[in-house]
């Protein structure tokens, strides 16, 4: 067990490293979030060797990850978040990546590792992707609300697949009881929804009363109460915590309560940042070394699934070029999902630890690009599909396009 000296110089030095990373990077017009993984990779086993993966930076990268979604989905309407629209196109942003991803895991191995390959492509990591739309101001735009509602139906349909596949693997596959998980997932969703609402007059007498004896406190202590009660929930019924996360924010997104939201913000940008470095610490270059072919072939797969896979159907539901392919590229990132997907496929003995290095390293290289990319995107107002002359009325003449 770690002594405090030894968790307190973790953090310091931590944030140092992740500040002196964003000032740098900013330098250059880039997202915080590359500096803050190449501050954790600097830091990890791979160069200085100052810091390793524990119990530790485990916990605290959690805890980043679930106020960076919190914080996304206090921003958030539940009615622009559930549409039909992000429903079909979170649908496919888990078939396509599946499918590419089994016939990949094919060439390179036996029917259990294509499976699993799929599965890891499947999950889409918005904790990316949502702090970069913070950054640059676009959480509000149309294409944000469409990435962050998929992305959620993407998580939980990833982490069902990845349920059935172990638990077929293991010999203990259960129709009636993965059918009760799918049932448990869905009120999950709806009754965590509708007593957030209720919790939002709640939030307001406890302000009321914070005020009335000077302690500001209270507000943020009851938001974080929320925060990680959802997120236990979630993973208690077996889908990941940031949806748990997510779900508590749009919840309580009508909250107006000042020390409530600049609190919350606060936490996350410190705790995110910590998210962030952990992923870095991850990378080893040895696993790079050992296994690069395959991490190439799975990170051009898992480039290509999302962005083949999203694009035209974005399209056909009318979103711009440019929309369309900011939403396909924001779905990309596979990050902390694609990891546990990895991990519980070597411990249940069904992929090797080369290819678990390798979704590993293709996870965290998908977390590096994207944002690079959508964030030149964003600051620039371009789109290299601009030039690009389709009309897409003849792929589907009942659907009329918006050529915005």
């Given at each position: 067990m770690q002594s405090f000296a030894e968790i307190g110089f973790e953090l310091s030095i931590m944030l140092?490293?992740?500040?002196?990373?964003?000032?740098?990077?900013?330098?250059?017009?880039?997202?915080?979030?590359i500096g803050e993984i190449l501050a954790g990779f600097i830091l990890g086993p791979s160069i200085l060797g100052l810091?390793?993966?524990?119990?530790?930076?485990?916990?605290?990268?959690?805890l980043g990850s679930v106020l960076l979604l919190f914080t996304v989905g206090m921003e958030c309407k539940l009615h622009e978040i559930y549409t039909k629209k992000n429903i079909v196109l979170g649908t496919l942003g888990v078939i396509v990546p599946w499918i590419f991803g089994c016939v990949f895991g094919m060439l390179i191995g036996d029917f259990r590792t294509s499976v699993l390959i799929g599965t890891a492509?499947?999950?889409?990591?918005?904790?990316i992707t949502a702090n970069v739309l913070k950054e640059t101001g676009h959480l509000n735009a149309e294409f944000?609300?469409?990435?962050?509602?998929?992305?959620v139906v993407d998580d939980i349909l990833s982490l069902l697949i990845l349920s059935i596949v172990t638990s077929q693997f293991s010999g203990n596959f259960n129709p009636i009881q993965m059918a009760v998980k799918i049932i448990v997932s869905i009120l999950f969703i709806v009754v965590g929804i509708i007593v957030g609402f209720r919790l939002n007059s709640f939030t307001h007498k406890v302000n009321e009363f914070a005020k009335h004896h000077n302690s500001p406190k209270l507000p943020l202590m009851f938001a974080l109460l929320v925060a990680l009660t959802y997120s236990f929930i979630a993973e208690l019924v077996g889908l990941s915590a940031i949806v748990g996360a997510f779900i508590a924010g749009v919840a309580m997104s009508e909250q107006k309560v000042k020390s409530l939201i600049e609190g919350v913000n606060y936490l996350e940008m410190i705790f995110s940042s910590i998210f962030f470095v952990t992923l870095?610490?991850?990378?080893?270059?040895?696993?790079?070394?050992t296994v690069l072919p395959l991490i190439l072939g799975l990170t051009?797969?898992?480039?290509l699934s999302k962005l083949l896979g999203l694009y035209l159907p974005a399209r056909k539901l009318g979103a711009s070029r440019k929309d369309s392919l900011l939403i396909s590229l924001g779905m990309v990132p596979r990050g902390e999902v694609a990891m546990i997907v990895g991990v519980i496929g070597m411990q249940a003995g069904l992929i090797s630890k080369d290819i678990y290095a390798a979704i590993l390293l293709m996870s965290l290289i998908t977390s590096i690009v994207v944002p690079i990319f959508m964030r030149k995107m964003l600051h620039e107002n371009i789109c290299f599909l601009d030039n690009l002359s389709v009309d897409f009325s003849k792929i589907s003449p009942k659907i009329a396009l918006s050529k915005r």
């Open positions: 140092f490293f992740a500040l002196l990373g964003s000032l740098i990077v900013s330098r250059f017009r880039q997202s915080l979030v810091l390793h993966y524990n119990e530790t930076l485990q916990g605290l990268a959690y492509l499947t999950a889409t990591s918005v904790a944000a609300k469409t990435i962050m509602g998929a992305a870095g610490i991850l990378i080893e270059i040895e696993s790079i070394a051009i797969i898992a480039l």
